[in-house]
């Protein structure tokens, strides 16, 4: 699914494209997503300019002088600005909201499971947002905040680092990278990590979370960029889907198990 990077590539590449620019209409060819788009949004929207394209984790951010449009991409969802006159829409283009300038930008998503969603008032005091944990590209987000969130956990580090209320956007492709690069073992648990190794894990996150949106995030098999462009950091992943391949740094096998019903890539000799 995609996760912070390929969220961040995504705002960036449509926010030029929309902020300053006025909602001309919403077509809403399928409203069942993963909660019911409101009937009646297309004509709240109506006439309304777009005043900023922000990201809160994994969700995305129109803000209105009236309220806030929230886009979560789900499983396999994608929005990319497409130019008038918009060719005809795709299987699983649900949603097109069409601007003034004959501009559209076009919600795909196969599975249904993402959403759109029309928030009145503080968007951060949404229940999709309000407990979210920092984010891990700003201020708040170091080792000492990871070291005092987990003396009390005893379930694994990867665990940690992918809990959203703890940090957000370390999605499972991610938390493998940074577990690798910092040569932390993503079974050990959380209480066992020093404060010094959690120093280095979250320079670790922060460094593959960087470098994942400096290359237009990670595709794997359905995402796209606001422009339609696959994301190429899967061309540099060191441990994640390469399971009985040689270690980078060592040559060991890489290993593959589940943690928490998710798999887990890493070297058993170069992490501890």
């Keep these: 699914m995609p996760e912070l990077p390929e969220v961040e590539t995504t705002r960036r590449g449509i926010a030029a494209g929309l902020v300053g620019q006025r909602v001309a209409g919403l077509a809403v060819r399928e409203p069942r997503l993963r909660w019911p788009i409101d009937p009646e949004l297309g004509r709240i929207l109506r006439g309304q300019p777009i005043l900023g394209v922000e990201r809160r984790a994994k969700y995305l951010l129109l803000e209105f002088p009236h309220g806030t449009v929230l886009f979560h991409l789900g499983m396999s969802g994608s929005l990319r600005?497409?130019?008038p006159p918009p060719p005809a829409p795709r299987p699983h283009d649900h949603v097109d909201l069409e601007l003034a300038n004959g501009t559209c930008l076009r919600y795909h998503d196969p599975r249904r499971f993402g959403c759109l969603l029309w928030i009145e008032g503080d968007a951060g005091a949404h229940p999709l947002l309000r407990h979210l944990g920092p984010e891990p590209l700003e201020a708040g987000f170091d080792?000492?905040?990871?070291?005092?969130?987990?003396?009390?956990?005893r379930s694994s580090v990867k665990q940690l680092i992918m809990d959203g209320q703890v940090?957000?956007?370390v999605g499972n492709i991610y938390a493998s990278e940074a577990l690798f690069l910092a040569r932390v073992d993503p079974r050990r648990r959380a209480n066992r990590v020093s404060l010094a190794r959690y120093g280095a894990l979250a320079d670790a996150v922060r460094e593959v979370l960087g470098l994942a949106i400096a290359q237009g995030g990670t595709t794997l098999r359905d995402y796209v960029n606001g422009r339609g462009v696959p994301g190429y950091f899967a061309q540099q992943l060191s441990v994640y889907g390469r399971a009985g391949a040689p270690c980078p740094a060592c040559g060991a096998p890489i290993r593959q198990l589940r943690i928490a019903q998710r798999s887990t890539f890493f070297c058993a000799h170069c992490q501890r």
Excluded: E, F
């Design 167 to 169: 940090v957000v956007g």
């Design 81 to 83: 600005l497409v130019d």
């Design 143 to 153: 080792g000492a905040h990871l070291y005092r969130a987990s003396r009390v956990r």
